[in-house]
């Protein structure tokens, strides 16, 4: 199967279902990431086109902790709106990646745009993958794939409906998520009090707790017209 | 009265609406359907304005089934944005139709952003319709229109507040889908599995077992200030 | 029509439903006021059987300004549960009443549990009408009466899914009010701080300006099987 | 695996998930349905009893036809509440089951008090299922089984988290309701104008419509601690 | 500390969050107020210019009743849109006003799409404001602001879930509301039947009657990462 | 001010609010703990009365660590109910207490029906508890008190809308739970696989990322109606 996880900013899709796409690529399925904005705002210090060049290789390195591949889209962080340009991106990564399965962000979450636009964008542009007259690089898909969102950041207003148990691939998590040294060190501590190594070992817990396994990652679902949604494509 | 349908493609208030306002139509109330965009991805083979034509035809024919009038805004399919342009558009399309009640698409839907953009703006642009100082063909309303969201394709994630009885009118909504032709032939069948004709039926009949009588369709009023909301205005 | 208010202590219909009740039997239709519990905890100063008596009597009165008749089943005020007993009573309630439309308290209110359970097994038993082998005092009902959901107190946590426009009865709702003579003056005023009179003002005006009306009341209606819930059933 | 129906009257399990039962005993799972009311006051003109028995009959016969076991807890149809012995029942028809996986009423239903009361005991009662200090007939659980509601009647108020593919058992579930010849005849029809076999087809098609398949059946799990949620243990 | 509301319109934040602004000013916060639009179709006669100029003076007006400082933003009225330009107009109102605290509309209003724009940005935008590579002519924020969500246009949808008791403040509020006169008088009730200063009442009024106190205003904060959201700040 | 939890079994209160009420003591309220039911079934060996007597003291111990007094309503575990003599022991712990907040179980959790019942009838009588004529050993309270919710187990289907920063006490808390021997011990993990010593590690540092401190608690207040519910009386 293929899984495409289209996250708003390197390390995103790390730190929130790393796990299950470590589980997908273990069992065998060709995982993709796709990283929507450049970060270039994820600095104090460095200017925007140094600090969006590393952390597009610390992305590429994480992928590869799981023989994933990276889509680099490459919008301008914290600043991306859904417009004609967005969603033909993200339906091409789609069908680069021959995508059936789509993680993303929850488009209610209250925490930045680019995450909720990111979200909102990739469900909306789901059911144009298969559309023949909407052209880009590659062919259109043979199907609409199926979307999960992946949880709020911190959890905030999000009960997940789904829960995959990641207590077997919770180190491999923590592996792609320590390919971002830009992030994980001191700028997020001195910027926002967060450790994003903790949070991922805090929320994988707890998530664990809630779901009756030691690590565990949540979803959602989304439940549109016209797709198979019987049964689980979560691994 | 005065009834304006304001749907996303040709064919939705068909499905959608259809038997509500074939029982508006029936009453005497003066309907119209206002289509939004223009339906150009519709075929698996023909070009875009080709597809397009033949489907303004058919909406017109499915119109005059009720002696309905249509109004064809002519975005682009798949690509609506929340714009000036879509406000006034819409704005214009209320005030040419002196509308009343207005029926549109349930803004959380998840199916195509089509759908949700035009549910969105339809009810954000209620209020503005009678402000002198918002110039469009048309002169302002005198009275800001009733608002009433049609169910989520497939009914998902949508509970009806409201319920029609259209068991006396179905089987005009059946004639006025069927005027769609280019669409409940095989495209959509081989596209995503599904028949438009029967699909109505089901749901149709769906609504009828929640609702108490043979067939329904449900709704949900938009609840916004300043609007008159005590009553009905459903038929 | 026939019109079944059932509301948990002595005031309460006319607080909340008040203006609707005066509606309908201005309009012609056979209102009847069931009030559950007793009332006996509604004094700061006299013994229960006296206090519960005199609440009798002012819901009569306040049950004849709209000519509308009383049934007092007489249950333990602040001690109502849910048991085979007041099932009953409420099923002989809607029986002898022929009811076809039952008002009846919201059943999320955090208020008191006089209020939801009397929401509750209101609702609950409305199936139970017709049944022949469910055997009370009078003759089993012909069709399931529907239910509408009067507001919570004070409105917390109650979006109103229809409005019903009072303006016209809401003179009729006061004097029905001031009837209840026990309650309006100064015990609850000692009591809660609250002023019934001014509240029902207050919270008419509110639903009013929420609809665009002068005064109005809120309902939700009991969506359940099998009922007819097409149209609406509040005048 | 063993599986474990718990309704609130014969013929629930059979209309509201049969044919995910019928898919667990086709791959193989024990498949155990517990009736929870005799449904006595099933019948326009027979005596409690006797309906009673022949409602038990009915309901043997179609478990049978899957190979399924019955539990019959004879409470009193439409008196059941939530007491010490409703409990400990549920909890030995669990144990004596040995059940891995339950299916039961949605709580919030607002369609009947039997069936809200067997959903909330139910899933109240899996924590002590494996409680020692509990004693009932049959010995403690290993394990808390995992809880989902099936949907509430009609649908009303549910929308599914989780769907099963039915379109290979969904005449396996025609043939079992088709067993409870004294509720598919005429005497809901008269009492309700309900048409049960038609009902499981529009219902089953609905949410197939909704899910991307020919038949389905909806469901949400219960979300509870501790209780191993992870992946689906639905068929 | 330092408080800032973002409103859409002149006279938005008086009568939504006046009461609580002049709690905080009256002891001893620095309260600043953000207009958006212009407000240059508040006028049924006016040219645009010319309105917009006598709302701008009329909100400073309102705005010195307590001391606050007015920041005009001077988008165009209901032609409000997600640019950068209007993320970078907030976040710059946050920094120069040195915002600690911002109130805001809640993003769920169907009232009109200035409202739920300004609120789904400015809660958007919270996060940018501290980081250095966002560049406006304010430095960066030390921490990133608390934001609250006030009440949906005449209550609509809205549970507060958190009431400021402003009995000692509400005649400031209504001091601030009459300085916009352009608004106040006959053409808001020729418009829409509403009579603003009448509405305040009425409102603060109903949230005191479900808080307990005379009169009250209601919030609810916006549950986002990663922002210190313990306690309250609410006056 | 007169703090008063009520939780349904000894550590419940520990577990889910020890943080918050350590605080409360520490800043100087008087802080009570009311168990209702006598934990009996929380042994695998031990017969009903030796581990409730043991767990008596557990939680008189407990309670000790903050200066808190214990109340032992001594309800059977696992078989709690809705009943008169369950109000009125309530009734009486929130008068003996002088109770001005009370924290209960939060009613919509699945976990446990002791936890439910013991939320649902706490905050169902604290309207009764200043009303004259319901009698009970101690005095009515002068004042209605205000009831938070605390989180739902392993906070499953719960958002808090309000957080208590604990980091300063989450000690104390720990120390409190250590007291309760008979359940920290093998005995849940054997059951359950759960350790409640990790177990608040895990919560309190979740609800302090999405919160943005080190430890937190979360709760909802219960917006019901006559209470003063503005500003917060949490610490």
Redesign the interface.
């Known amino acids: 199967m293929n899984v495409l996880a289209i996250c708003a900013h390197p390390d995103d899709a790390e730190i929130w279902c790393g796990g299950t796409l470590a589980k997908y690529a273990k069992r065998g399925d060709k995982v993709t990431i796709a990283v929507v904005t450049n970060g270039?705002?994820?600095?104090?210090?460095l200017p925007?086109e140094e600090?969006a060049e590393i952390r597009r290789l610390e992305a590429i390195a994480a992928a590869e902790v799981i023989g994933a591949e990276l889509i680099w889209l490459g919008f301008r962080?914290?600043?991306l709106?859904?417009?004609?340009e967005t969603?033909l991106s993200i339906i091409e990564a789609m069908r680069a990646s021959k995508a059936e399965v789509v993680l993303t962000h929850w488009p209610d979450?209250?925490?930045?745009?680019d995450h909720?636009i990111t979200g909102q964008?990739s469900?909306?542009?789901a059911?144009?993958t298969?559309?023949?007259?909407?052209v880009t690089s590659s062919p259109p898909l043979a199907k609409?794939p199926i979307v999960y969102f992946i949880e709020?950041?911190?959890?905030?207003?999000f009960?997940?409906?789904?829960?995959?148990?990641i207590t077997d691939t919770f180190e491999l998590k923590q592996s792609m998520l320590a390919k971002h040294e830009s992030q994980v060190g001191d700028w997020l501590k001195d910027?926002?009090?967060?450790n994003a190594m903790e949070?991922i070992e805090?929320?994988a817990?707890?998530r664990g707790?809630?779901?009756?396994?030691r690590y565990?990652e949540g979803f959602i679902?989304?439940?549109?017209?016209?797709?198979?949604?019987?049964?689980?494509l979560?691994p």
Chains 1, 2, 3, 4, 5, 6 share one sequence.
């Open positions: 270039e705002v994820g600095s104090p210090s925007k600090i962080d914290e600043f709106f859904d417009t004609e969603r979450d209250l925490y930045n745009p909720t964008v469900n909306d542009v059911i144009m298969t559309v023949p007259n909407i609409i709020s950041v911190a959890g905030l207003g009960q997940p409906e789904e829960y995959v148990d910027q926002y009090g967060s949070m805090v929320i817990r707890f707790i809630q779901s009756g396994v565990a679902r989304a439940k549109a017209y016209p797709r198979n949604i019987t049964g689980s979560l």
